[in-house]
């Protein structure tokens, strides 16, 4: 065969490869639908049952003794500490009364060895904490150190609690590559509140914990605007907050008369002061955890068993957020590999560059690169391959993992849709007003920075129950600083 046959033929046989793997990652609007119908009764199911145990396989919906929606006009200062998959942030947060605040904070990156190094302990870590909070408070805030009074900090924590009060919660399990076992069942508030004490201070009170998607959904209705009448008379309506960044999660507010599983004296106190709503958080990560219907692949498997701290769990997480769409590439290349589809210079695995045979090695963010590479020869996917994985390609391997990127990035919008649609569907928001729409406050980095993300949450939303009409009185917005000011909202009626 001549050098050009061998390299059409080569070309055809990786293209057929790749045309199958993203056959298999299309989700069509059927599918959506079914999941969406799958989720509602997975919500129904799991505000009925009381087990938010580390075995429970249901989807969570943890009551968060959140019962009302702030307007806009609170007002105050408080601290906030938010521990996320990548930074832990310290801020205190002025809260202006006119829908706007004022923020000053200090970010660290969370130290590799608390991801990556089993002999760390929960001591380490929550004195990890404090230590950070105090160099805050000694930079920021060196008058709180003389403070007599109690000063309140409100605490986002981003990982799945049993909450049984506004300011306490048992951790239930780690996600997003945290593994720290004796930090399993314990009050996270007390462990932060001991190692605050320790630090000297003492007059720092932990006196709410927030997830971050209640975080968001709060801040969201605490500055949106639009709530109450826009200057064309339509109504706008805070639904519900979601995270789509290193992990993904949303939380909504439930009728307390739906809740099920609080136990029925709360319950009753609850709705004798006239409360109606709780707001849930719903652990969305984990819905499906059976995988009865979540669009499964062979790279899907590997990555749940193989290489992620919490196997069985959060699968839904595991197709959708952003520490994952990066490691289904590199499964999915690897694969390509081994059947001698792709990189065919390399004689062996062992040959590849190392960083493509690391696992998590290969982010999201260079996903957001080659997405949207319209370069000639895709130049810009190549440097970036080139510079984060040391990986050099042909033009031809280069068009195979650009349309395996969109593929996956499509995916995993399409499956962000379902539980907005659920969510919309099962609290009847749509139908609340005559030309009622209604607004979902977003926050985390793929949905924030994946170039084309919220159109493709669109396009399934349009696909899914709820069509193009209901499509069309979504709004998703960006909560920016959404876990701070939510957790700061929340101490403020603890
Ligand atoms: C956690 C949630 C969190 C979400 C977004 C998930 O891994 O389980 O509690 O809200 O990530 O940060």
């Given amino acids: 065969m001549s050098f050009d046959k061998v390299h059409q033929e080569k070309q055809r046989r990786l293209s057929k490869a790749v045309e199958e793997v993203c056959d298999e990652l299309t989700l069509t609007s059927e599918k959506i639908c079914e999941l969406t119908h799958f989720f509602i009764e997975s919500m129904e199911k799991g505000l009925g049952e009381s087990k938010e145990d580390a075995s429970y396989r249901g989807l969570p919906m943890i009551p968060t003794y959140v019962t009302g929606k702030p307007?806009?006009?609170?007002?105050?200062v408080l601290l906030a500490a938010d521990?996320?998959?990548t930074n832990?942030?310290?801020?205190?947060?002025?809260l202006q009364g006119n829908h706007?605040?004022?923020?000053?904070?200090?970010?660290?990156?969370?130290?590799?060895e608390f991801l990556e190094d089993d002999t760390v302990t929960s001591d380490d870590l929550f004195g990890y904490l404090a230590r950070r909070t105090l160099a805050f408070v000694k930079k920021y805030h060196p008058e709180y150190l003389q403070n007599k009074e109690e000063l309140k900090l409100g605490f986002t924590f981003s990982y799945p609690v049993d909450q049984k009060s506004l300011a306490s919660g048992t951790l239930i399990r780690w996600t997003k590559g945290f593994k720290i076992k004796d930090?399993?069942?314990?009050?996270?508030?007390?462990?932060?509140?001991?190692s605050l004490e320790e630090q000297g201070l003492s007059m720092v009170r932990v006196v709410a914990l927030a997830n971050d998607t209640v975080?968001?959904?709060?801040?969201?209705?605490y500055c949106s605007?639009?709530?109450?009448?826009?200057t064309s008379g339509e109504i706008v309506e805070p639904v519900m907050g979601c995270i789509f960044g290193t992990g993904t999660n949303g939380a909504y507010m439930e009728k307390i008369e739906n809740i099920k599983k609080l136990p029925e004296e709360v319950r009753q106190e609850l709705l004798q002061s006239g409360k109606t709503h709780m707001c849930i958080n719903t652990e969305w990560g984990s819905f499906d955890n059976d995988l009865k219907h979540l669009p499964t692949t062979k790279y899907d498997i590997d990555i749940d068993q193989k290489f992620s701290s919490n196997p069985g769990f959060h699968l839904f997480e595991k197709r959708v957020s952003g520490m994952f769409l990066g490691e289904i590439l590199r499964n999915v290349l690897l694969d390509l590999f081994n059947k001698r589809f792709i990189f065919t210079q390399y004689t062996a695995e062992e040959k590849l560059p190392h960083r493509l045979k690391t696992p998590f090695e290969l982010s999201s963010e260079v996903l957001s690169h080659i997405e949207i590479d319209d370069s000639s020869q895709l130049r810009e996917t190549e440097l970036s391959l080139l510079q984060s994985m040391r990986l050099p390609t042909t033009y031809?391997?280069?068009?195979?993992?650009?349309?395996?990127?969109r593929a996956i990035s499509r995916r995993s919008a399409y499956l962000a849709a379902v539980p907005i649609a659920a969510i919309l569907m099962k609290t009847g928001a749509l139908n609340q007003r005559y030309h009622g729409e209604v607004e979902i406050g977003c926050d985390g980095s793929v949905v924030e920075y994946y170039p084309g993300f919220r159109s493709m949450i669109r396009h399934a939303l349009a696909l899914s129950p709820i069509g193009p009409e209901g499509e069309r009185k979504t709004h998703l917005c960006i909560a920016k600083d959404g876990s701070g000011v939510g957790a700061a909202l929340c101490a403020l009626v603890a």
């Fill in 71 to 76: 307007n806009g006009t609170e007002s105050g």
């Fill in 88 to 94: 832990f942030r310290i801020c205190s947060v002025d």
């Fill in 215 to 221: 975080g968001t959904f709060l801040s969201h209705c």
């Fill in 183 to 194: 930090t399993l069942g314990k009050d996270v508030v007390q462990l932060y509140q001991e």
């Fill in 225 to 230: 605007e639009n709530t109450g009448s826009l």
């Fill in 100 to 112: 706007k605040f004022a923020l000053q904070q200090m970010k660290s990156k969370i130290p590799d």
């Fill in 83 to 85: 521990l996320g998959g």
């Fill in 396 to 405: 031809d391997e280069r068009i195979a993992i650009q349309n395996l990127v």
